[in-house]
């Protein structure tokens, strides 16, 4: 996969990568949301995002895209799937497929966890062994989600949280090849004015850092670790006590890469999301 394709599928990573400790369930219920990829404006994908909701239990699905149409990227795509219960402060998945396309290329991830472990990982092609990659321990498996049910973000009492409080977390994530955490803090509050159904209302903008832990090659991330341009922007969504990903931004060589919501539904009635 090019270079900005990586970017990019990395940079809806991140945006994901955000669930912290969550303090209780979730309201049940479904959410859902579209996200434009763009470089300086310029489009260069999309992603489908849908989730449901019931008691404890949760389903996630990603359906994303990259266009060569642009001339920036190839045509790529990423398809996600994962689910698992909330219990207590904790979420955790139970499995977590991620299948991607690139031209002639293809992979496939299909992780099992419990108990916020990893139990198994079954990934085609298998990574190859390169001298240079940190290893990876049994540790760095365990506490972690993976990187969609990071999408969940338990918020009671929403609608009168901070916004300090909304970005003050750091989030483990072990995709099936490396773990690495996502550190936010507080940057700002903005308001954002959306239209035919779009978001409108108050998002908490957090500053976040790429922290890589192991399985990782040093190289390959090294720009994106060192990286202090990135704000991850949270919408309340007081229906179902949710925080949720409205953007997700960072500076690349070629510009302003942003994975920016254009819709978000949530509840069978297909309320907008807004804050109380």
């Given at each position: 996969?090019?270079?900005?394709?990586?970017?990019?599928a990395?940079?809806?990573a991140?945006?994901?990568?955000?669930?912290?400790?969550?303090?209780?369930?979730v309201?049940?219920g479904?959410?859902?949301?579209s996200?434009?990829?763009?470089?300086?404006?310029?489009?260069?994908?999309?992603?489908?995002?849908?989730?449901?909701?019931?008691?404890?239990?949760?389903t996630l699905?990603?359906?994303?895209?990259?266009?060569?149409?642009?001339?920036?990227?190839?045509?790529?795509?990423?398809?996600?799937?994962?689910?698992?219960?909330?219990?207590?402060?904790?979420?955790?998945?139970s499995?977590?497929?991620?299948?991607?396309?690139?031209?002639?290329?293809?992979a496939?991830?299909?992780?099992?966890?419990?108990?916020?472990?990893?139990?198994s990982v079954?990934?085609?092609?298998?990574?190859?062994?390169?001298s240079?990659?940190?290893?990876?321990?049994?540790?760095?498996?365990?506490?972690?989600?993976?990187?969609l049910?990071?999408l969940?973000l338990?918020?009671?009492?929403?609608?009168?949280?901070?916004?300090?409080?909304?970005?003050?977390?750091?989030?483990?994530?072990?995709?099936?090849?490396?773990r690495?955490?996502?550190?936010?803090?507080?940057?700002?509050?903005?308001e954002?004015?959306?239209s035919?159904?779009?978001?409108?209302?108050?998002?908490?903008?957090c500053?976040?850092?790429?922290?890589?832990?192991?399985?990782?090659?040093?190289?390959?991330?090294?720009?994106l670790?060192?990286?202090k341009?990135?704000?991850?922007?949270?919408?309340?969504?007081?229906?179902?006590?949710?925080?949720?990903?409205?953007?997700?931004?960072?500076?690349?060589?070629?510009?302003?890469?942003?994975v920016r919501?254009n819709r978000?539904?949530?509840?069978?009635?297909?309320?907008?999301a807004?804050?109380?």
């Open positions: 996969m090019p270079r900005l394709s990586r970017a990019a990395l940079a809806v991140v945006a994901f990568a955000t669930s912290g400790d969550p303090a209780h369930a309201e049940a479904s959410f859902s949301a996200y434009g990829i763009t470089i300086s404006g310029i489009p260069i994908g999309g992603a489908e995002a849908n989730s449901h909701f019931d008691g404890r239990r949760y699905t990603i359906n994303g895209y990259t266009s060569g149409i642009s001339r920036l990227v190839s045509d790529a795509t990423a398809n996600l799937a994962s689910n698992g219960s909330i219990f207590g402060a904790r979420v955790l998945p499995a977590y497929r991620l299948d991607t396309a690139d031209g002639g290329y293809s496939t991830i299909d992780m099992r966890m419990s108990g916020g472990a990893v139990m079954r990934a085609a092609p298998e990574p190859r062994l390169e240079d990659r940190v290893p990876l321990t049994g540790t760095d498996k365990q506490n972690v989600v993976d990187p049910s990071a969940i338990p918020a009671p009492g929403v609608g009168k949280m901070t916004a300090e409080k909304a970005c003050d977390r750091t989030v483990h994530v072990f995709d099936g090849f490396q690495f955490d996502v550190k936010l803090s507080f940057k700002k509050q903005r954002v004015n959306g035919e159904g779009s978001y409108s209302g108050p998002v908490y903008v500053a976040a850092r790429f922290i890589p832990v192991a399985g990782h090659v040093p190289s390959r991330v090294k720009s670790a060192n990286n341009s990135i704000e991850i922007w949270l919408a309340p969504v007081a229906d179902m006590s949710l925080l949720v990903p409205y953007n997700i931004q960072l500076a690349i060589p070629l510009g302003i890469l942003s919501a978000l539904v949530v509840g069978a009635g297909g309320q907008r807004a804050a109380e």
